[in-house]
Nanobody, 120 residues
Framework: QVQLVDSGGGLVQSGGSLTLSCVVSGRIFSTYPIGWFRQPPGKEREFVAR????????NYADSVKGRFTISRDNAKNTVYLQMNSLKPEDTAVYYC?????????????WGQGTQVTVSS
């Protein structure tokens, strides 16, 4: 079964904003930390942000800190990534992930990915 569904990507101008959503199955959402990774074209996948079940532990990559905000709505089993002040280097396929450990280590549960393109 599909356990994570991410969405919200699109084309945005530099300096603009997008909010990504990840709807997570109840079992996964209630059990694991949820985070976001991204893979720019031609580059390796990289960590973006993580949030724990109770939102007590939040971590961001240095490249997005101060611009991106991760949050979760427990009533909707949804994790969000609000992305502000977007830069062309933020262009990537963004994937939500469940089961992160050690700040930036991905778990085994992935969304299908959503494309974010930031134009100059």
């Amino acid at each position: 079964q599909v356990q994570l569904v991410d969405s919200g990507g699109g084309l945005v101008q530099s300096g603009g904003s997008l909010t990504l959503s990840c709807v997570v199955s109840g079992r996964i959402f209630s059990t694991y930390p949820i985070g976001w990774f991204r893979q720019p074209p031609g580059k390796e996948r990289e960590f973006v942000a993580r949030i724990t079940k109770d939102s007590g532990r939040i971590n961001y990559a240095d490249s997005v800190k101060g611009r991106f905000t991760i949050s979760r709505d427990n009533a909707k089993n949804t994790v969000y990534l609000q992305m502000n002040s977007l830069k062309p280097e933020d262009t990537a396929v963004y994937y939500c992930n469940a089961g992160l450990t050690g700040w930036d280590k991905p778990g085994d549960y992935w969304g299908q990915g959503t494309q974010v393109t930031v134009s100059s």
